[in-house]
Structure formats: C-alpha cells, structure tokens
C-alpha cells in the first residue's frame, strides 16, 4: 500500500474528525455506496447520515488535479425510490399538454409544438401556404 492510500485509509476515522474515510477502491462496494450508485440502483439515501467518506486524488472541476470527496452511504440501510404519485404524474402530464398545445389554433397535437414557429406544423404551413403562391390567390387571378 503506497504512503497516500495508507493516509486516506482510516475507517475509524481517528485522523478525520470521527469520519471514516477510505481511499478510492479502498471502500466495500458490496456495503457503501456513493448517491449516484445508489440511483443508479434505484435507490436513494433515505434518512441516514453519512456513513463514511472517499478521498482520492483526481481531477478537478477545475481541470486542476487534486484531493477528491465524496460520500457514502449504505446499501442495507438505503430506500427504494418512490415511484411518482399521481398527482406528480397529473402535473407532469399537464405541463406535456401544455407543450403540445398549439397557441394558435388551441388544438393538443401528438407533438411538441417548435420552439422556432411558436405554433403547430399546421398553423406554420398555412402561414407560408397563405402567402403570395396559395391557391386560393391563383384562382383569383
Ligand atoms: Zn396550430
């Protein structure tokens, strides 16, 4: 073990302030996990503090290379993600209507009306098809 990683390693946490702190690798990936694994699992930390924290040299936000952190928390004492309640679905599916909703002509279309024209495909074709080439012009003239 090389002089660095024998300084993280502390699962006591005697030279961290009572936090147990690992290095990168050095954590049991089968008892703690980081926020994002746990997510990617389903997961999420519930209520339970902090278990133990990672340290390991890499880069930086900064595009800098430096001293790395980041949390772990349990499996074991880990929750399940709540599925989303109805009336998050109902407000999920409302803010999809209202972007499927042309301003327009009011009509709810299967798609989400463009940003770039501001209404539905119809109303766009016949804004263009209303200009000087329509055939309504044509059989006027
Ligand atoms: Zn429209």
């Not at 900064?62 to 074991?76: P, V």
């Amino acid at each position: 073990m090389s002089r660095i990683r024998a300084e993280y390693m502390d699962p006591a946490g005697v030279r961290h302030g009572g936090m147990p702190t690992v290095h990168w690798g050095g954590a049991d990936p089968t008892i703690y996990a980081t926020k994002r694994q746990l997510a990617k699992k389903g997961k999420r930390r519930g209520r339970q503090p902090v278990a133990a924290q990672l340290r390991w040299w890499g880069i930086t936000g900064h595009g800098g290379y430096g001293e790395r952190f980041a949390d772990l928390y349990r499996w074991d004492l880990a929750k399940d993600k709540r599925p989303a309640t109805r009336r998050q679905l109902a407000a999920l599916a409302k803010a999809n209507r209202a972007l499927r909703t042309c301003p327009t002509c009011g009509v709810v279309r299967e798609y989400v009306i463009p940003r770039k024209y501001g209404e539905c495909i119809d109303c766009h074709d016949d804004y263009w098809c209303s200009k000087p080439y329509s055939g309504a012009e044509r059989e006027a003239a």
